[in-house]
């Protein structure tokens, strides 16, 4: 079945430093993808949109200088915890939409960020 | 705009026993639905999802739910519970727009004792 990678799977981070998680298709082109966050014990937040080819579309409330989000090609999405802080630790899943075929949704395995 | 609730944030099971998780919702356009199951630090594994048609949706691992639109529920059932259906469990809304923007509810976490 169709597969979505998130890589890495775990970082730990000094606080002040950037981060770049990847969200990547592997058998399908997604000209969409979502972010989402949870927090532990806690559901998911949807973050924003990543548009293929345009500027991401951000939640009410989520910084987007923040955490920036690039979509630079059919397959890949993502995203920077830029000058990341303890209160960024959290687990970051994505989600990519089937673009061609089925339009079906598919979750990666979801990043889990520490920033110390 | 679309919003989820699932009633108990634990439920606790003996092994065996009938699994009955709820989820009720609120959709200003007709509603696609899902229920996911996450397992420790994973991603989400979709176990079924509504969009149209029969409103009784079969999914993996033997469980069901039912879309009644009269109540705005769309629970969540397994006649039988195994050990291995300990997790995390969430109900998802779309707009029928089928943008692949969903709605999490707060989860439930199952727990099936021996």
């Known amino acids: 079945g169709a597969v979505v990678s998130q890589h890495p799977s775990r970082v730990i981070c000094k606080s002040g430093t950037s981060v770049k998680i990847e969200c990547r298709s592997l058998?399908?082109?997604?000209?969409?993808m979502f972010w989402y966050r949870q927090f532990p014990k806690q559901s998911l937040m949807l973050m924003a949109t990543?548009?293929?080819?345009?500027?991401?579309?951000?939640e009410q409330g989520v910084e987007k200088d923040k955490f920036l989000i690039n979509h630079a090609s059919l397959t890949l999405s993502t995203l920077t915890v830029t000058s990341a802080h303890p209160e960024d630790s959290s687990f970051y899943i994505c989600?990519?939409?089937?673009?061609?075929?089925?339009?079906?949704?598919?979750f990666g395995e979801g990043s889990r960020l520490t920033v110390l | 705009a679309q919003s989820v609730t699932q009633l108990g944030s634990h439920v606790s099971v003996s092994e065996g026993a009938l699994v009955l998780l709820r989820c009720n919702y609120s959709?200003?356009?007709?509603?696609?639905l899902f229920w996911y199951v996450q397992y420790p630090n994973q991603g989400l594994q979709l176990l079924l999802k509504?969009?149209?048609?029969?409103?009784l949706v079969k999914g993996i691992n033997g469980f069901e739910a039912e879309f009644k639109k009269s109540e705005t529920s769309f629970h969540l059932t397994k006649p039988s519970a195994h050990m291995s259906d300990a997790a995390e469990y969430f109900c998802?809304?779309?707009?029928?727009?089928?943008?692949?923007?969903?709605?999490f509810g707060q989860g439930t976490t199952l727990q099936v004792k021996p």
């Open positions: 989600s990519a939409k089937e673009s061609v075929n089925t339009g079906e949704l598919f």
């Open positions: 058998d399908f082109q997604a000209t969409t």
């Open positions: 990543s548009n293929e080819g345009s500027k991401a579309t951000y």
């Open positions: 959709s200003s356009v007709p509603p696609y």
């Open positions: 509504y969009t149209t048609g029969a409103t």
């Open positions: 998802a809304v779309e707009g029928s727009s089928n943008t692949g923007k969903l709605i």
